[in-house]
């Protein structure tokens, strides 16, 4: 739940580049923005079978000669390869291990689950429910199959009044008796457009579960077996059903084309399982095994019968892999299922009836690829194989909601909890929460505006045209923190853009009491007037008068907790200098993002939290050095094209 | 990451690993869900969305139009949409693992419910994979997942368990390619593969809706189809007009009435002529598609009839002849017969009588009974000879009106030799009477006999069975405990990685189920040197 408040980073680009080269569409305004690689991924595993680059970023390599020089040792962190997309993370997504001293990102922290909970009705699934009953509300919480907008139940008897609002989870809500509907009111869809109508308006999870779309309930089990008998009767007592195969040709097509996904699921179950029981009693003959084999067999008998104290003991504590090293030598003797109660059904290859439909209905009757999705394998248990069918608005069914989780989480390594959600679904605070905001430095940019800079859109950048931001680094910690800073010269990509940090190297001031600001201001003020004074040389700072300019070496600014620097860039032509058109450009390529790596150290106090990691000879040390590292990137505007 | 063996670990990550997570890897999704269970609990699709940064919501902007036209340049129009490809020479094989990772997390948060703790896992993965792949994939579940153990299990195999049978020609029309495998008795024994796919099907639908778009249609029509690699059209309205309209004629000569009934040609033929003119010729349908991709949109008027351009040309292509295909790209019916011609006739009457139709192709109309029906007619034409042309049917005929003559010879020796010569005999006494072979005694059967279960009949005539899906299938194997073949273990695999597997013959599964069972965990890392597994048909390729 914290990563609610996340901005919407990346501006949105209206399909600037036509066919046909076309002028470009204004984009909206740029807003700078930060992502920081978890230090998890360069220990990745895959990184050392993947190979190093793929031919294609490996050619526009060949193309700035600096990035080839460190290929050997370490790559520069590519923000615009493939890969970066998946361990770079905003800071408000990051969380921090702070006995490990490391930034822990979603993909290496370990998750506890605290609660289960249906996010329509708010109601706690016990963990034991989950199990047996799946992962979505068992109540009467619907997603509509068209919008995914919540359903509500509405009596179809009397028409709802339009200026209540429908309450989805409230069934005493619905007024009148009569047949109830599941009626969405965001597009009005309705379950009677998949001909499906309730008895009651409570548990219709459970009544839905019992019915197919156009409203014939579904034959259970019980039902099919005395259908089955009564068609074997009616055709005559002379077809035994030990003469299965024969007789199965005659009448059994319907109740097969019957036979829907569950059925044949448990039938199949139910025939392998007598099978593998027959087959481990080793032919003899015995139909009942379950007592047997687990005494009389060697190890391999294990688990395919009622767990026998034994089997169960082993299990426990055996390595989890050795159940399921059964002997498969054992399984050799198993005959096949022959008719529909063994899970066996002839496939009906017919569909002229479903292309007619499709004829008939066309485009608007059938659903988008997006709502197909939703309609997960779980919701059409009910019924046979749907195959080229479930394209049709018909076969809709309504989505019972997905329950979701509270998830506290803690560090892989210390096992420490770095985040931890108030059980009860309705609170959304956290009694533990880490995150890496409050450790590491943030970093906002913002474009350098001199005045007498003559650039009109200082977000735009101009290829070739130098341009300069300034980098603002807050402190959020008690200790002062120096950071260093380092870039390629040169962006990778196909269009390598001239970066030079200012001042790779400087120092933060710790982020004490606010109130220590204001009390201490005027002295700060004064030397850091001073300092600036006889660094830059320039004139004085007046607060945003900066008539000062930006020079190598010097930090550009600097406050309680934070320190301003500058980057200056020089952007690359879109173009390629042999050929004046324009090069097809990937999305975002026109992109100035630069990689950077940051490198914090502070000092800290060896104290109480450290007592593990600090060694005897540590301790008479006052201060225990720290430091933290990771690349990150920058995301600074998009490079016009025109010029 | 520490890895958190499982004989220290509390008892609760011991119940923990009772749930077996089942996956089922395609090109284009993966399907994931508990063993044991009737259907996956979710599944995943692969698309540029996923691959997007975290907190990247430009998706959901309103004025966001995705990029596609510029991305799409030559090959990879639509690549983005699928998770690997079979050649891996310019792959990025650290970008599969990190799409397995992103989808599996979100598949495992979203749908399954579960915290990270180390859980059991088997994969229905594909048996063609290539051992890159495979590599990356099971890298990714030891670690980032933790696994304990990896149990691999191949979709054909799970296929024929889910429609209860031991032999099958399982025809997956898969997202890649389409293939075709006969599995028996649980062994999958041959496999043949076309490049003819869904996502084909996808291409020759863009390909036919450009050709009628307005602006391309005052054009001069360019001839060489092959040609046109500008795609004018997004991958995903593609698609979904696939998904949506894309069906197929049934086959000319014959109606989709399913061959066990026994109706007589003729009965059939009229049949589908009563029907097809009431439905398409005499008042032909025209369907709306509304484009939006394409600039500016616009919505075109196309008759049914034309709809099916796409599915024949991608599945059958019939305007080219037989002789004209590469191995690679055989049409369907084509590939099928091939499939079962090359192999041995008792496994040939096995399995054509337990055809199994899967994958996304499945699901494009009449597609399953047209391909059905032209390889019946094929064997009808043919019947199992592996020699065509115009030479075989006159030296037939010669053949025939030989026979004819020897029968009229021998008609006068009497009704004995009568009865036993025709069919057989002919051919310089090589060949003996087939009546007088003594049938070759086949174990399993013997055993099933002996217990008094009946025996299946259906052999030698072409008969289609639905499967519950090659998920659910593997679903019923994890259930049952059935031990894979191919089971490959954390530390082992971090050791050793793929190099280290031994042939499938060289392990003995009861050796190996010994030494886990005695050791426990201890030992397991002390043996680990000689201590051979196998990653089976996988490691094959």
């Known amino acids: 739940m914290w990563t609610r408040g996340v901005r919407i980073n990346h501006p949105s680009i209206a399909a600037s580049v036509l066919e046909e080269n076309a002028a470009a569409v204004m984009a909206p305004p740029f807003t700078p923005y930060t992502f920081i690689q978890c230090p998890c991924s360069d220990s990745s595993t895959f990184n050392r079978r993947s190979p190093p680059s793929t031919p294609t970023t490996h050619h526009h390599h060949s193309d700035n000669d600096d990035n080839d020089d460190d290929d050997d040792d370490e790559h520069p962190f590519d923000p615009r390869a493939p890969r970066s997309n998946y361990s770079l993370y905003p800071l408000e997504y990051l969380l921090y291990c702070e006995d490990c001293h490391q930034i822990r990102c979603p993909r290496c922290v370990a998750e506890e689950i605290v609660t289960y909970y249906c996010p329509s009705c708010l109601f706690e699934v016990p963990s034991s429910n989950l199990k047996s009953e799946g992962n979505r509300c068992t109540r009467s919480c619907f997603q509509c199959p068209v919008c995914i907008g919540p359903l509500s139940v509405t009596s179809l008897e009397s028409h709802p009044d339009p200026n209540t609002l429908p309450v989805p989870d409230n069934p005493s809500a619905a007024p009148h008796g009569g047949p109830y509907i599941l009626i969405c009111s965001h597009c009005a869809w309705s379950s009677t457009e998949v001909g499906i109508q309730f008895d009651k308006p409570n548990s219709i999870h459970a009544q839905l579960a019992k019915l197919r779309n156009g409203g014939n309930p579904r034959m259970t089990a019980k039902e099919r077996k005395e259908r089955r008998k009564d068609l074997a009767q009616s055709l005559g007592s002379s077809y035994s059903s030990s003469s299965a195969s024969g007789y199965t040709g005659y009448f059994a097509d319907e109740l097969d084309l019957d036979l829907d996904l569950e059925t044949q699921f448990s039938n199949l179950k139910l025939f392998y399982q007598s099978q593998l029981a027959n087959a481990n009693t080793g032919g003899v003959g015995s139909g009942s095994s379950a007592s047997g084999s687990g005494a009389g067999g060697a190890f391999g008998d294990l688990g395919f019968t009622s767990p026998t104290s034994l089997s169960r003991i082993l299990n426990i504590y055996t390595s989890a892999s050795s159940q399921d090293k059964k002997a498969k030598s054992r399984i050799g003797t198993m005959r096949e299922a022959l008719d529909s109660d063994e899970g066996l059904k002839i496939a009906n290859l017919d569909e002229s009836e479903a292309i007619a439909k499709l004829h008939a209905e066309g485009h608007p009757g059938t659903v988008s690829t997006s709502q197909l999705l939703n309609q997960t394998p779980q919701l059409h248990l009910g019924e046979p194989h749907l195959h080229g069918r479930s394209r049709f608005a018909s076969e809709l069914r309504p989505i019972p909601y997905l329950l979701r989780t509270k998830r506290s989480k803690r560090c892989p390594i210390c096992r420490h909890i770095i985040s931890k959600p108030e059980a009860k679904v309705l609170t959304t605070r956290f009694r533990i929460r880490l995150v890496a905001g409050s450790y590491i430095p943030s970093i906002t940019i913002r474009p350098l505006s001199l005045p007498n800079a003559s650039t009109p859109d200082p977000s735009a950048l101009r290829p070739s045209k130098p341009a300069q931001f300034v980098l603002t680094f807050k402190n959020p910690i008690f200790e002062p923190v120096k950071i260093t800073l380092a870039t390629p010269a040169l962006t990778p990509g196909r269009f390598p853009s001239k970066v030079t940090v200012l001042c790779p190297q400087f120092d933060i001031d710790a982020n004490t009491d606010v109130w220590d600001e204001v009390l201490k201001d005027g002295d700060k003020r004064r030397k850091k007037g001073e300092s600036m004074d006889s660094a830059s040389g320039a004139g004085g700072v007046g607060g945003g008068q900066h008539q000062h300019q930006p020079a190598a070496g010097k930090i550009w600014e600097r406050g309680r907790n934070w320190v301003s620097i500058v980057v200056e860039v020089v952007p690359a032509s879109l173009r390629k200098p042999s050929q004046d058109e324009m090069p097809v450009l990937k999305e975002d390529e026109d992109l100035l993002e630069i990689p950077m790596f940051v490198r914090i150290e502070w000092e800290t106090d060896a104290m109480g939290d450290e007592v593990g990691a600090v060694s005897g000879k540590d301790r008479d040390l006052p201060k225990l050095k720290r430091e933290l590292a990771y690349w990150c990137v920058l995301g600074l505007g998009r490079v016009s094209d025109q010029g | ?541």
């Not at chain 2, 009628?212 to 059209?233: A, F, G, I, M, R």
């Not at chain 2, 033929?269 to 509304?290: G, L, M, Y």
């Not at chain 2, 029968?407 to 025709?422: F, I, K, M, V």
């Not at chain 2, 089971?487 to 003995?508: F, H, I, M, N, Y």
């Open chain 2, 1 to 541: 990451m520490r890895p958190i063996t499982s004989t220290f670990a509390s008892p609760s990550s011991l119940r923990a690993e009772e749930d077996i997570i089942l996956i089922e890897f395609g090109t284009r999704k993966l399907l994931v869900g508990f063993a044991g269970d009737a259907a996956p609990r979710g599944a995943i699709w692969f698309g540029p969305e996923q691959q997007r940064r975290v907190g990247d919501f430009r998706a959901w902007q309103s004025d966001y139009h995705p990029d596609w036209r510029n991305g799409a340049s030559g090959d990879q129009w639509g690549r983005d949409y699928e998770l690997w490809r079979s050649d891996v020479r310019d792959l990025d094989l650290g970008l599969v693992g990190d799409k397995i990772e992103r989808a599996l997390r979100d598949a495992f948060t979203k749908y399954l419910l579960i915290d990270s703790r180390p859980r059991r896992i088997a994969c229905v993965i594909p048996s063609g994979l290539s051992i890159p792949l495979l590599s990356v994939t099971l890298d990714s579940l030891f670690g980032r997942f933790q696994s304990p153990t990896v149990s691999l299990l191949s979709p054909p195999v799970s296929l024929a368990i889910g429609a209860g049978v031991r032999s099958a020609l399982v025809i997956d029309l898969g997202w890649a390619e389409t293939v075709v495998t006969a599995v028996y008795e649980y062994r999958e024994v041959q496999c043949n593969r076309s490049i003819r796919g869904g996502r084909m099907l996808t291409e020759q639908t863009h390909r036919f809706l450009a050709k009628h778009l307005p602006h391309n249609q005052k054009k001069p029509e360019t001839e060489n189809p092959d040609e046109s690699q500008e795609y004018v059209l997004s991958f995903e309205e593609c698609e979904e007009i696939t998904m949506r309209l894309a069906w197929c004629k049934p086959h000319p000569t014959s109606a989709t009435a399913k061959p066990a009934e026994g109706l007589s040609t003729v009965e059939e033929h009229d049949e589908s002529d009563d029907r097809r003119p009431s439905s398409a010729t005499e008042q032909p349908v025209f369907a709306a598609i509304p484009l939006k991709s394409t600039s500016p949109p616009v919505t075109l008027e196309l008759s049914y009839n034309l709809l099916t351009e796409p599915c024949e040309n991608t599945f059958f292509d019939s305007r080219y002849s037989p002789a004209s295909f590469d191995d690679h790209e055989l049409p369907l019916h084509l590939l099928v017969y091939r499939c079962l011609l090359q192999l041995p006739v008792d496994v040939r009457s096995m399995c054509m009588s337990r055809i199994i139709f899967a994958g996304g192709c499945a699901n494009v109309l009449g597609l399953q009974g047209r391909i059905f029906d032209e390889v019946s007619q094929i064997v009808r034409e043919r019947c199992w000879d592996p020699v065509t042309g115009k030479v075989l049917e006159q030296k037939r005929g010669n053949l025939e009106q030989m026979k004819q003559k020897a029968r009229a010879r021998l008609a006068g020796s009497g009704p004995a030799g009568a009865t036993a010569q025709p069919g057989a005999g002919e051919q310089d006494g090589v060949w003996h009477d087939a009546a007088n072979i003594k049938p070759e005694v086949d174990p399993v059967d013997e055993q099933l006999k002996k217990r008094g279960d009946q025996l299946p009949q259906d052999q030698g005539e072409l008969r289609a069975i639905e499967s519950i899906g090659a998920w659910s299938g593997a679903s019923i194997i994890s259930h049952l405990k059935i031990a894979a073949v191919a089971t490959v273990d954390r530390d082992l695999w971090q050791q050793q990685g793929a190099a280290g597997a031994s042939k499938p013959g060289e392990v003995d599964p009861k050796m190996q189920q010994r030494q886990s069972l005695g050791a426990g965990g201890f030992m397991r890392g002390a043996g680990a040197g000689h201590n051979p597994w196998t990653l089976g048909t996988w490691g094959a390729y």
